[in-house]
């Protein structure tokens, strides 16, 4: 089963590029989500959404688009890429209906580094 | 608004036991879970418990919830060094998106 995968898993850039991190998962979960991960800060929400068509901003959203135009796929745009943007982004998507335990899937995360 | 606190680091013997502590503050948390982390790699659904239950057994792990204290608590039976990883703390609230909180994460070293 592929879950969630997300591509590429590493990326170099240059400050000022830009870059869409791509997220698709097969599982026909509603609800997916972009967490950024850095040293001692544990995971942090950029963006989420709980459909296609429906997105919101998480706890870090600067610096990030999304968009949600199918169930399936959950791309990360980064418009100008900043070295603060360094860091490991992972992918999640979850089941939504109530009564179930509703754990989110992650992907292996894309490991981006801003030069 | 809510917070998920844990420790940073733990070391434990191999073949002893593991406990991993965790504090939150949203007293509306529907389940709290457990994920486990491995170097380069994604998070991986450890447990979970709901949060009208006050234990949860699974094999070596085992979780306890203190929902007046808002502590919840992995115990790994048995550590193995393959047990050594990062492992979060999460809960999701109730309501609206569910969304869930993490904590920073404790990382087990599992000494032989």
């Known amino acids: 089963n592929a879950g969630v995968t997300q591509t590429p898993k590493f990326q170099v850039l240059k400050t000022g590029q830009s870059m869409t991190l791509q997220c698709a998962q097969d599982m026909n979960h509603e609800y997916m989500s972009w967490y950024r991960q850095d040293p001692g800060m544990g995971l942090r929400l950029i963006h989420y959404s709980v459909g296609a068509g429906i997105t919101d901003q998480g706890e870090v959203p600067n610096g990030y688009n999304v968009s949600r135009s199918t169930t399936e796929d959950f791309p990360l745009r980064l418009l100008s890429a900043a070295p603060s943007q360094t860091s490991v982004y992972f992918c999640?998507?979850?089941?939504?209906?109530?009564?179930?335990?509703?754990?989110?899937?992650f992907g292996d995360g894309t490991r981006l580094s801003i030069l | 608004g809510e917070d998920v606190e844990q420790s940073l680091f733990l070391s434990v013997r191999e073949g002893d036991s593991s406990v991993i502590n965790c504090t939150y503050t949203d007293s509306s948390s529907t389940y709290l879970y457990w994920y486990k982390q491995e170097p380069g790699a994604g998070l991986q659904l450890l447990t979970y418990i709901f949060s009208n239950m006050d234990m949860k057994q699974d094999q070596r792990l085992t979780v306890l919830l203190n929902k007046k204290d808002k502590h919840l608590s992995l115990r790994i039976a048995d550590t193995q060094t393959g047990d050594s990883a990062i492992y979060f703390c999460a809960e999701r609230q109730s309501g609206g998106y569910q969304k869930v909180t993490f904590g920073i994460g404790t990382k087990l070293q599992v000494i032989p």
């Open positions: 999640a998507s979850s089941a939504t209906g109530r009564g179930s335990n509703q754990p989110q899937h």
